[in-house]
């Protein structure tokens, strides 16, 4: 089974900030690499697909990069809304999701 | 507009059974491949099951294999999960969600919409 490792698991920013969640995978994925945003009592949100494709009406202030076993979402400027957990998530091989990053307001 | 809605979920005994569906629109259902994802209370997400468009592909996780059933019924739009042998351990919210497909139907792998859950509670 393919282990996907995030961090950090909580992050305290401001509104502006520019913020780095890691995602880590146990063996190589590709760029087979998904990041959602989760909101309590909410459905989770698609965000990047492909390791760093944005979906479709996502804010360009988020962005995916890395390969192989190493990948970054990237907020560029925080805004009220951004505050939630963020997971990734592997699709090579099966499903499996990192144990989730809560971003909450400093 | 693309709609999932859980449904089904509720307080079951330990060793009971529950049925939850998951009510599809906005989209064609019969093409999409669908999933169940769940989440434990205070945990992260994880996936227990994928059925492809007719049914006849399915697969689970080990740690529901033998006791949970996947199913849809594509006249009626909606996705199932027929849960049995139920433990405290899957007390959780349970997440049904579409996979993306491109535009010549194949499936891309991750996914592209969900439901916003419905709680399984085990406890006696």
């Known amino acids: 089974d393919i282990q996907m490792t995030q961090s950090p698991s909580t992050l305290s920013a401001s509104i502006g900030d520019r913020v780095t969640i890691t995602c880590r995978a146990s063996?190589?994925?590709?760029?087979?690499l998904a990041w959602y945003q989760h909101k309590p009592g909410k459905a989770p949100k698609l965000l990047i697909y492909?390791?760093?494709s944005l979906e479709s009406g996502v804010p360009s202030r988020f962005s995916g990069s890395g390969s192989g076993t190493e990948f970054t979402l990237t907020i560029s400027s925080l805004q009220p809304d951004d505050f939630a957990t963020y997971y990734c998530?592997?699709?090579?091989?099966?499903?499996?999701f990192g144990q989730g990053t809560k971003v909450e307001i400093k | 507009e693309v709609q999932l809605v859980e449904s089904g979920g509720g307080l079951v005994q330990p060793g009971g059974s529950l049925r939850l569906s998951c009510a599809a629109s906005?989209?064609?259902?019969?093409?999409?491949?669908m999933h169940w994802v769940r989440q434990v209370p205070g945990e992260g997400l994880v996936w227990l099951s994928r059925?492809?468009?007719?049914?006849?592909?399915?697969l689970y996780a080990d740690s529901v294999k033998g006791r949970f059933t996947i199913s849809r019924d594509n006249s009626q739009n909606t996705l199932y999960l027929q849960m049995n042998s139920l433990r405290a351990e899957d007390t959780a919210v349970y997440f049904c969600?579409?996979?993306?497909?491109?535009?010549?139907?194949?499936?891309?792998?991750?996914?592209?919409?969900w439901g916003q859950g419905t709680l399984v509670t085990v406890s006696s």
């Open positions: 969600a579409r996979a993306a497909r491109d535009g010549y139907n194949r499936d891309l792998g991750y996914f592209d919409y």
């Open positions: 906005g989209f064609t259902f019969i093409n999409y491949w």
């Open positions: 059925i492809n468009s007719d049914g006849s592909s399915i």
């Open positions: 063996q190589s994925i590709s760029s087979w």
């Open positions: 492909k390791a760093s």
């Open positions: 998530q592997q699709y090579n091989n099966l499903w499996t």
